[in-house]
Structures are given as C-alpha cells and as structure tokens.
C-alpha cells in the first residue's frame, strides 16, 4: 500500500528558532499534500494544500509567513515552522494523495513539536 | 455548524462486545465516506472507506452510509484490546478534494 514517511518523529526546539519537517511519499506520486495540526484530543484541523510545483493554499487563520511549505517535488513536501513559540507545540502531520485514488489518501506518522 | 459532527467519548467496552461509532454531516454533496483508526502519537491510518449509501464489510469491522438521514456507522464486531484507539470519520466530495475530519472518537476495549 502507499506509504508517507515523515521525519523528524519528534522535535524539541528552543523559542525562535525555525524547525523543518518533511513529508515523503515513498511509492506512489503525490499530486496533492495537506499538512495538519492536531492538538490533545481534537480532531486534525488542516492547515494548508499544497501541490506540486504551486504555491500553498492555506486555511484562514494559518499565517503563511509563519508556516512555510514547500512542495518542490512529486514525492517531498515540507513544513517550516519559522521563529517558533511555545503555542506552536503540537502534533504536525501530513497526508499525501495519489491522484484519483481513496487508497493513495495516507497519513505521515506526524510530527510531535515541542517548543521551550 | 461543523461540517462534520462525532461523539468524542470516551468509549470502554469490554472485550468481545460490538463496537458502533456514528457521525453526521451537513454537507449532502459528500461522497466518499472515510473511516481512520488512530493510535497514540501516531498518524491516523485508513480502515475502510465507502461510496455513497450503503454498506461495506472487512472482517470485524462494518461501514455503513445512510446519505438521507446523514449520517454514518462503523461496526467493530467482537472487538479486542488492540481495537483501542481513536477512530476519525472522513468525508470528502471526491478524490483529491479537502477531507473534512469528525473530532474522533476514543475507544478503550477492557480485556
């Protein structure tokens, strides 16, 4: 089946700093990413769509300038989260699509961000 | 109005009973139906997913869409310890658009 590796698993950075989290399709070509914010005990609230080779659209209330995604390829989409600050920590994942497929929708293994 | 409502829980069971997790939903032009199971600090993964109205079976599990009243059903026959986790319902208009997710559900099954 489609597999979405994204990495780091987990980050701890300090306050103002930018931190990078990449999201890899490894098998299949992802038209379409879509990055993710969850908090404790709430559902995922997406944050942005990105497809390859355009740029971001993002959610109301997502500061792209804060956010950055990049979707340079078919196969690699990143997050930066830039000047980081502790109501930034979060649980970031990604999920990737293969176009015209239900199957090809797959979940990174998200991103636990800890900022001190 | 969210575009998709879910029973957050939290749910315990003991093992053996069966399971059922509903949502409902506003937007009458979905059409695809998504169910994810997700454990803790893991990314959601896909159990099942249906088109339109209908039912839909793998093993244990059952997805049922009822598109007149909204609303949608998975069924965990016989369920386990490991069926412990939160389940997400999705919906989407069709392949490749936005999913819309439910808050999701916890569910604890007691050995």
């Known amino acids: 089946g489609a597999v979405v590796s994204q990495h780091p698993s987990r980050v701890i950075c300090k306050s103002g700093t930018s931190v990078k989290i990449e999201c890899r399709s490894l098998?299949?070509?992802?038209?379409?990413m879509f990055w993710y914010r969850q908090f404790p005990k709430q559902s995922l609230m997406l944050m942005a769509t990105?497809?390859?080779?355009?740029?971001?659209?993002?959610e109301q209330g997502v500061e792209k300038d804060k956010f950055l995604i990049n979707h340079a390829s078919l196969t690699l989409s990143t997050l930066t989260v830039t000047s980081a600050h502790p109501e930034d920590s979060s649980f970031y994942i990604c999920?990737?699509?293969?176009?015209?497929?239900?199957?090809?929708?797959?979940f990174g293994s998200g991103t636990r961000l800890t900022v001190v | 109005q969210k575009e998709v409502e879910q029973d957050p829980g939290p749910l315990s069971v003991p093992e053996g009973a069966i399971v059922s997790l509903n949502c409902t939903y506003s937007n009458s032009a979905f059409q695809y139906f998504m169910w994810y199971r997700q454990y803790s600090r893991k990314g959601p993964e896909l159990l099942m997913y249906?088109?339109?109205?209908g039912n839909k079976e793998d093993g244990r599990f059952t997805a049922q869409v009822d598109k007149s009243s909204k609303y949608i059903s998975l069924f965990i026959r016989d369920s386990q310890p490991s069926d412990s986790a939160t389940y997400l319902c999705?919906?989407?208009?069709?392949?490749?658009?936005?999913?819309?997710f439910g808050t999701g559900t916890s569910l604890t099954v007691i050995p």
């Open positions: 098998d299949f070509q992802a038209t379409t």
């Open positions: 990105s497809n390859e080779g355009s740029k971001a659209t993002y």
């Open positions: 249906t088109y339109s109205s």
């Open positions: 999705a919906m989407t208009l069709n392949t490749g658009n936005q999913f819309y």
């Open positions: 999920s990737a699509i293969e176009a015209g497929t239900l199957d090809g929708y797959t």
